[in-house]
């Protein structure tokens, strides 16, 4: 290998790693904060924000602090769209298996996005928009996300957001929260318990080592998705789950 393709093959790393820590810093930093946690001498830095911010992918604030740029959401929407695609024959196993309905959703900044859905044979069955954000606190697949997340950076998000209720059920005292995320560690998957709607339980586990942080789950009635049902449930779920890693991990993207 050449020493300028090493150099040009070295830049681009560098500036992904740079768009990395930009979106794990909540989307907007100053270049000092880029060199402490990259630990790439300003000059450098400054060299690679100023091609990023040229091609769109950043932008500057009147703050002088760089910002994540519009054109990536164009990426990041293709992206989504085809994680989904990957996703349904995978959640059609599953709305096989449980009967219920089967979701896959994203952690995208401080929200939950459902990217796919496969909805259930019964008549009487959940219902959720693909592409509709939520707050993760109350939703079974944001609890799971969030599960993977040091304390500190849930309770910055929990701040962010807010913890207001969606039904009368929902958990929103952070001290509490987070110890539901203990719990959800603990057992392995996450339970929305009446918490986003009335009469509606989901499960919800998280995909590991997906390229962008993601969880799938099933949702239904109450007085079906009980806990015997759960106890069924709950193994059908992570083994799909690691089904669909492996997949992903086949499509070119690394998995733990």
Same mark, same amino acid.
């Given at each position: 290998?050449?020493?300028?393709?090493?150099?040009?093959?070295?830049s681009?790393?560098?500036?992904?790693?740079?768009?990395?820590?930009?979106?794990?810093?909540?989307?907007?930093v100053?270049?000092?904060?880029l060199?402490?946690?990259?630990?790439?001498?300003l000059?450098?830095?400054h060299r690679?924000?100023?091609?990023?911010?040229?091609?769109?992918?950043v932008?500057?604030?009147?703050?002088?602090?760089?910002?994540l740029?519009?054109?990536?959401?164009?990426?990041?929407?293709?992206?989504s769209?085809?994680?989904?695609?990957?996703?349904?024959?995978?959640?059609?196993?599953?709305?096989?298996?449980?009967?219920e309905?089967?979701?896959? $959703? +994203? #952690?995208?900044?401080?929200?939950a996005?459902? &990217?796919?859905?496969?909805?259930? /044979?019964?008549? %009487?069955?959940?219902? !959720?928009?693909?592409?509709?954000?939520?707050l993760?606190?109350?939703?079974?697949?944001?609890? $799971? +996300? #969030?599960?993977?997340?040091?304390?500190?950076? &849930?309770?910055?998000?929990?701040? /962010?957001?807010? %913890?207001?209720?969606? !039904?009368?059920?929902?958990?929103?005292?952070?001290?509490?929260?987070l110890?539901?995320?203990?719990?959800?560690?603990?057992?392995?998957?996450?339970?929305?318990?009446?918490?986003?709607?009335?009469?509606?339980?989901?499960?919800?586990? !998280?995909?590991?080592?997906?390229?962008?942080?993601?969880?799938?789950?099933?949702?239904?009635?109450a007085?079906?998705?009980?806990d015997?049902?759960?106890?069924?449930i709950?193994?059908?779920?992570?083994a799909?789950?690691?089904?669909?890693?492996?997949?992903?991990?086949?499509?070119?993207?690394?998995?733990a």
């Amino acid at each position: 290998m050449s020493a300028d393709r090493a150099g040009g093959v070295q830049s681009l790393e560098r500036a992904f790693d740079l768009l990395e820590r930009m979106a794990d810093a909540g989307g907007e930093v100053g270049l000092s904060e880029l060199s402490a946690t990259s630990g790439l001498p300003l000059p450098t830095i400054h060299r690679l924000m100023r091609t990023l911010l040229d091609c769109g992918y950043v932008r500057q604030q009147p703050n002088r602090r760089y910002a994540l740029g519009p054109r990536l959401i164009r990426l990041g929407e293709s992206a989504s769209r085809l994680l989904g695609s990957w996703a349904r024959p995978y959640l059609a196993e599953l709305v096989e298996a449980t009967g219920e309905t089967a979701n896959m $959703a +994203l #952690l995208d900044g401080d929200e939950a996005v459902y &990217v796919a859905q496969v909805p259930s /044979r019964h008549s %009487m069955r959940m219902f !959720t928009e693909v592409g509709r954000r939520v707050l993760p606190h109350s939703a079974g697949v944001g609890k $799971a +996300l #969030l599960s993977e997340l040091p304390p500190e950076e &849930v309770r910055a998000l929990l701040a /962010r957001t807010g %913890m207001p209720a969606a !039904t009368d059920r929902t958990i929103t005292e952070p001290d509490a929260f987070l110890a539901e995320l203990e719990r959800i560690r603990a057992i392995g998957h996450a339970v929305d318990d009446n918490e986003q709607e009335l009469g509606v339980r989901c499960l919800a586990v !998280t995909v590991p080592g997906s390229p962008t942080a993601a969880a799938i789950s099933i949702s239904g009635p109450a007085g079906r998705v009980t806990d015997a049902a759960t106890e069924k449930i709950v193994p059908v779920l992570h083994a799909v789950a690691h089904r669909l890693a492996l997949a992903l991990r086949d499509a070119g993207a690394p998995v733990a």
